[in-house]
């Protein structure tokens, strides 16, 4: 039976950010889990997937598209959006002077009084280039509101920022001195 890798990809976030336990997997501190421990709890969880093996893991990270997942040394582990408890230790960087985050109206309703936040994720998301914000925002509206992050300024203001993947910045809340809505 072929396997559908969007759903695959749907389930290893669901297994890698959000819910390991209920996959029988223990995230380390910085979110890594044996590839082959993943493989064996996925071949469990659905029975088109009995079958499955790292060549299908492989075959989600070659997806276009979002770069969700780091598969290095026989280990992987989701790049950024995690909710679990145990807080996944990223590696601190210097952003670039901009970052953009695309939200909803009414988000930006409380954005612009309190800033961003975490919300249910352990780190805010921030996107490189406007373009991904916009995505980002289209994901839950028709009329996205995108926020220019003065992300460095922030940075010298000691707000963390974290390396997610090659296009998707995490940091910590950024007040809204940092924010300008475009
Ligand atoms: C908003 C997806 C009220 C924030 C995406 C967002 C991304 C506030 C929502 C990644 C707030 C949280 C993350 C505040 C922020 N008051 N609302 N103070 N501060 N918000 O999904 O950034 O497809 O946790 O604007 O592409 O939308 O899953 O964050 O609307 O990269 O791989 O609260 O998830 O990637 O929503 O998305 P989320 P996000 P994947």
Not at 108 to 130: A, K
């Amino acid at each position: 039976m072929e396997i559908d890798l969007v759903q695959l990809s749907r389930t290893m976030a669901y297994a890698l950010r959000h819910q390991p336990a209920r996959f029988g997997l223990t995230l380390d501190a910085e979110g890594w889990v044996e590839v082959e421990d993943l493989v064996e709890a996925l071949r469990k969880h659905h029975h088109n997937w009995q079958q499955m093996n790292v060549v299908d893991i492989e075959a989600v990270l070659a997806l276009p598209g979002k770069q969700r997942y780091e598969l290095r040394a026989g280990r992987i582990r989701a790049y950024y959006g995690h909710s679990v408890q145990q807080r996944m230790t990223r590696e601190k960087a210097t952003p670039p002077v901009h970052l953009f985050h695309g939200t909803t109206p009414a988000a930006y309703e409380q954005i612009r009084q309190t800033g961003l936040r975490p919300m249910g994720r352990q780190y805010v998301h921030l996107s490189e280039d406007v373009e991904t914000a916009l995505d980002v925002a289209r994901r839950r509206t028709s009329q996205p509101v995108i926020l220019l992050v003065s992300a460095l300024d922030a940075h010298q203001h000691n707000i963390a920022f974290y390396l997610g993947n090659d296009s998707v910045w995490l940091a910590d809340s950024i007040p809204t001195t940092f924010l300008t809505k475009q």
